[in-house]
């Protein structure tokens, strides 16, 4: 995923740009930038935020950058902001996003002029420096940036900063948000509305899908409006998303209020508790239990001082480990208790066994599995929500190829239909697979419901393969 923030302000806007990119950590674990224009021009700094927080890593530079215009990044992947100069001028660029097309889009770019990329670890081709590029075919800026949205196969959302101001361009069918906030002599924006608030800005607007904007210290100006088509991720609001943002006016831990009760209304099992897997998961365990009248519990706490989550090798199995040496059980709360748990979702699903595994070691008599969203059956095309290299990674794939073997001509619609006995079959696979005294999922109608947006504006490709 990604994370960023932006300011355009009269006066300095190191500070605000400091914290607000600092509170988008949550989107990203690899890489971190900031790039401020003021009357000495640009300046720009990327650091390797992997075993360290955005905030330690920049102390420097939010002291000793200045400039009245900003943009700052959390990144999965590539470095950025990226520092351009071309036909338009000098800009600094940031994207978030995910390029299906990139390899084509690349190779007809090195075949038609004399150019070349800077690749990153691994080979890969920077997706910053690449949108880059294809701007810079155009004659300008709004023409570049629009022509990007209508090429890419994917999604992508992009911050320019220029010296007259900085252009904001949601994504074409808005997979991921822009909001802006507005506060005296500033506008700032971000992915994540909560960031700006402490700040002292207020909700100002949100981009709609493919809606370019141009953010100066005076005023936000509509370059181009935005369609009528939307595909907001879905899964922003059942993980990704902070619990105190708000996309498309729904809130983050609202939603997750809702999605447990539905969850609950739809259960017969009996249990003594109710927990969250911390942190994704609590929420969505607060409205089950609220709805059903049984105990919410924490029979175990993540232990996360000297384990901040941008500590994530990139080696599966280091990451089990120190997933599982995050969780400190409570004894009393799980001796001989019939335990239900919430997860956000199972993706490999090997986390949640070791999780399961640990509360039957340290003495529960059961524990039932409520993952917060349907099975995810899909891997992500448009947001880079997964690590996982192939499908196969997923849990229920390994399942239905477990089930059906290799069969190229598969129809797996009937493994996405919770009333069908292949669906069925499949979840009570995975139940006893992963060592779960029962497993339920949440259904797609109910969790459409609990967001409350009409569902053609919602993506779910992850979980029924619909475009």
Request: with cysteine; hydrophobic share 35%; net charge neutral.
């Amino acid at each position: 995923m990604g994370g960023f923030f932006a300011v355009a302000a009269k006066n300095d806007c190191v500070f605000d740009l400091f914290f607000g990119t600092d509170y988008h950590s949550h989107l990203g674990t690899r890489r971190a930038g900031m790039a401020v224009y003021g009357k000495d021009g640009f300046d720009r700094s990327i650091h390797n935020i992997e075993n360290a927080p955005f905030r330690t890593k920049f102390e420097k530079e939010a002291n000793e950058m200045h400039g009245y215009m900003g943009i700052g990044c959390i990144s999965d992947y590539e470095p950025q902001p990226l520092i351009v100069r071309s036909h338009h001028g000098t800009y600094a660029i940031t994207t978030v996003g995910k390029i299906l097309n990139i390899n084509k889009l690349s190779d007809e770019l090195l075949k038609a002029g004399r150019m070349h990329f800077q690749e990153m670890s691994g080979g890969e081709i920077n997706a910053t420096e690449l949108v880059a590029a294809l701007i810079n075919q155009q004659d300008s800026l709004i023409e570049g940036i629009r022509y990007v949205q209508n090429i890419i196969e994917g999604s992508i959302t992009i911050l320019i900063l220029t010296p007259t101001g900085i252009y904001a361009a949601r994504d074409r069918l808005g997979r991921t948000p822009v909001m802006i906030g507005k506060k005296d002599g500033a506008y700032c924006a971000c992915f994540e509305s909560f960031a700006y608030l402490n700040l002292g800005y207020q909700d100002y607007m949100e981009l709609g899908p493919g809606e370019i904007v141009m953010i100066t210290p005076e005023s936000v100006t509509s370059l181009l409006p935005p369609g009528d088509e939307m595909k907001i991720c879905t899964f922003l609001w059942i993980y990704y998303g902070y619990p105190t943002s708000s996309y498309e006016g729904v809130n983050v831990e609202t939603m997750r209020y809702r999605c447990g009760e539905m969850l609950a209304d739809r259960d017969d099992v009996e249990a003594d508790t109710v927990a969250g897997v911390p942190d994704s998961g609590t929420a969505h365990a607060i409205g089950y239990a609220t709805r059903k009248g049984i105990p919410f519990t924490r029979p175990f706490i993540k232990y996360t001082p000297t384990w901040p989550r941008s500590f994530i090798p990139t080696i599966q199995s280091k990451r089990n480990l120190i997933a599982k040496m995050k969780l400190i059980p409570i004894h009393e709360l799980i001796t001989n208790k019939r335990l239900l748990l919430i997860d956000d979702s199972i993706v490999r699903g090997t986390q949640l066994r070791e999780t399961t595994e640990f509360l039957y070691r340290n003495g529960a008599k059961e524990v039932h599995i409520r993952p917060a969203c349907p099975p995810l059956v899909y891997g992500c095309k448009y947001l880079n929500f997964s690590r996982s290299s192939s499908e196969m990674d997923l849990i229920t794939r390994r399942i239905i190829r477990k089930l059906e073997g290799d069969r190229a001509d598969l129809d797996l619609s009937q493994y996405t239909d919770p009333e069908s006995d292949k669906y069925r079959s499949m979840v009570e696979t995975i139940g006893k697979e992963l060592n779960f005294s029962s497993l339920r999922y949440h259904r797609l109608d109910d969790m459409i419901k609990a967001v409350g947006l009409n569902p053609c504006k919602l993506c779910t490709y992850c979980w029924n393969g619909k475009e």
